[in-house]
Nanobody, 124 residues
Framework: QVQLVESGGGLVQPGGSLRLSCAASGFTLGYYAIAWFRQAPGKEREGVSC????????YYADSVKGRFTISRDNAKKTVYLRMNSLKPEDTAVYYCAATVDDLCPFHIDAYDYWGQGTQVTVSS
């Protein structure tokens, strides 16, 4: 059974940090690029960051460049998103997703597998 399970979300003050994890099972993680998307209430789901299957390339939305860092550990079957200097506008449900396209397109139709999401709330 293919599964992606996100964890690590929560409530954090502006300027704080969180690390999200995406644990994969039921498929070979090393064959897939993994992206993080987020969806705020009333807004469309948007791509945040992506890492290629071979760990050689990473991609970031302009809104998170310099603040977020994506990484992966294929041996642990886990992908991480380190989020620093968090802002209220980062509040959203964060999803990880898997694609065979190593160009990491930020459109949802390119992704084969999705997690259930984890809530991140940035508020004082």
């Amino acid at each position: 059974q293919v599964q992606l399970v996100e964890s690590g979300g929560g409530l954090v003050q502006p300027g704080g940090s969180l690390r999200l994890s995406c644990a994969a099972s039921g498929f070979t993680l090393g064959y897939y690029a993994i992206a993080w998307f987020r969806q705020a209430p009333g807004k469309e789901r948007e791509g945040v960051s992506c890492i290629s299957s071979d760990d050689h390339s990473t991609y970031y939305a302009d809104s998170v460049k310099g603040r977020f860092t994506i990484s992966r550990d294929n041996a642990k079957k886990t992908v991480y998103l380190r989020m620093n200097s968090l802002k209220p506008e980062d509040t959203a449900v964060y999803y990880c997703a898997a694609t065979v396209d190593d160009l990491c397109p930020f459109h949802i139709d390119a992704y084969d597998y999705w997690g259930q999401g984890t809530q991140v709330t940035v508020s004082s």
